[in-house]
């Protein structure tokens, strides 16, 4: 990925928008865009789904295999998540091996996902020692107009909560519902104009500072946190955000239920 | 012949497994405009084949030794998603999608006006995100309609179709168990407005006869694909 350019001119305005309490579309410090979610929608994926929120678009993809459990948890399947995000998803991203960017986006929404426990990987065993399903949850962005994070971890849970395990195509019995227990929702915030706001869009992310991203399993439970790029917040800021994280996740967990 | 011949795909009455007469195409979709964030964009779904193209630029062509002094440069990428098939591919250039990313860049370079673009460079990012049979081709046909979509000068679309053999009976549009157990496969990129090509592949096994009429089902087959691209591409899809 090439370095953007950060024009000073929307650094400028961006902070004098936030003195006003305005965005670049006019939405207010927590507004979050309107969220889409679909189900089931790719034909070859065992669970599937697209989110949209503006003008990003994001994919998830559930695929099943067989593994070896690891020697030192022969009763336990495995989960994986991966992600990529490929020149079709806007300019400033180059095809090439995966960005650091790419990963810090996978491996956040992965840990969100794997520490709420929402699937049990000892279910998830076949033939203890021989055999287990491994869980892989691939991400795929359409349409990058900022805060990829929330997207793609919407998207991967409700694609696993979509996801059927293939056991007929494996032979090894019945096709079944993959279990998942728990709804985790990631809620991320990025410093614009000096201040947080919540779902950033992509001329936000390129003039704004630092980001912070919260993953909260039911009952309001942290299962991660990542803050990322150049910056300083205070633990002012930090209960601010998680009070709105809250709330924010609640709503999104009740779209997720549907 | 193919060593597959036992698997019967046609019925007594001449029709395919999917209900299909020998000449027929799979239904089409085409939509534009569906990269929000792209200069031009397009998704087709083809049978279960569906595939998102987006075009970007033409934009500044970089690193500077891509770049050529009097035209542009067209940056193909094709990419299957890991979850676009029954076993999940590995993310990742391939070796497979490197030649269908240049052949498909060598077609679209022959309609698009290069010379109008100097040193710079034009990105076409070709997402199969569910794959059933000739996703190349779909790929090919929808990079064009992107392209046209962003609004780049073009002297035709260009419409790829593959025909092939089953069970010794020469078939259009190849399916899934058709392309897995077929005994021939004639992908073609076709200029419907002059019946020119611009891509040509085939594998298997055809004779004189046969090859004409997988030729001619392709030209038959491109001309009515090529209606429904004008149609998305005139008026908000189909």
């Known amino acids: 990925m090439s370095v953007p350019l950060v024009p000073n001119l929307l650094r400028a305005h ?19 865009r309107d969220v889409k979610l679909e189900t089931g929608i790719l034909a070859r994926a065992e669970g599937s789904a697209r989110v949209t929120m503006g003008d990003t678009i994001v994919l998830a993809g559930v695929k099943f295999q067989i593994m070896t459990p690891y020697p030192d948890r022969p009763n336990q399947g495995g989960l994986m998540c991966s992600c990529e995000v490929r020149p079709i998803a806007g300019r400033h991203w180059e095809a090439g091996p995966p960005s650091p960017q790419s990963i810090e986006l996978g491996r956040v929404v992965d840990r969100g996902i794997r520490e709420s426990g929402c699937i049990d990987v000892d279910e998830l065993c076949i033939i203890p020692g021989e055999k287990a399903w491994q869980v892989i949850l691939d991400l795929h962005a359409i349409s990058d107009d900022g805060n990829l994070f929330d997207a793609f971890a ?20 019945e096709d079944a519902p993959l279990k998942v227990s728990k709804t985790p929702i990631m809620c991320s915030y990025h410093k614009v104009g000096g201040r947080f706001v919540y779902d950033a869009s992509y001329r936000e992310e390129l003039g704004g500072d630092e980001r912070i991203h919260i993953t909260l399993g039911d009952d309001d439970h942290v299962h991660s946190l990542q803050k990322g790029l150049k910056g300083i917040f205070t633990a002012e800021e930090f209960d601010e955000i998680m009070e709105h994280a809250k709330a924010r996740c609640a709503e999104l967990r009740e779209i997720v239920n549907g | 012949m193919g060593g597959y011949g036992d698997v019967q795909m046609i019925d007594e009455n ?106 710079s460079k034009i990105r076409i990012g070709i997402e199969i995100v569910s794959a059933e049979a000739g996703t190349r081709c779909v790929g090919l046909t929808a990079a064009s309609v992107a392209l046209a979509d962003a609004g780049i000068p073009m002297t035709d679309l260009v419409v790829s179709v593959a025909s092939g053999k089953i069970n010794d009976v020469v078939v259009c549009d190849l399916n899934k168990e058709e392309d897995n157990y077929g005994e021939a496969d004639l992908p073609m990129g076709v200029l419907p407005n002059t019946g020119e090509l611009v891509f040509l592949q085939m594998d298997g096994d055809l004779s004189p006869d046969e090859f004409k009429q997988a030729w001619d089902y392709n030209m038959d087959a491109a001309m009515e694909v090529h209606k429904l691209m004008v149609e998305a591409l005139k008026g908000g899809g189909n």
């Open chain 1, 154 to 173: 919407l998207a991967g849970i409700a694609a696993l909560r979509d996801a059927t395990i293939p056991a007929e195509r494996f032979e090894i019995g």
């Open chain 1, 14 to 32: 961006l902070s004098d928008l936030a003195l006003n309490d305005s965005r670049l579309d006019d939405r207010s410090q927590w507004d979050g």
């Open chain 2, 14 to 119: 001449g029709l395919r497994m999917d209900g299909r007469k020998p000449g027929d195409v799979r239904p089409i979709t085409i939509e534009t405009g569906v990269v929000p964030v792209a200069d031009g964009s397009c998704r087709m779904i083809w049978g279960t084949n569906e595939v998102i193209v987006a075009v970007y630029g033409p934009m500044e062509a970089h690193p500077r030794k891509i770049q050529r002094q009097d035209r542009a440069v067209l940056d193909v990428a094709y990419n299957m998603a890991p979850f676009s098939t029954t076993d999940r591919i590995r993310p990742g250039f391939n070796r497979r999608s490197r030649e269908i990313s240049k052949v498909t860049a060598d077609a679209l370079e022959s309609v698009v006006l290069l010379e109008l673009y100097p040193r």
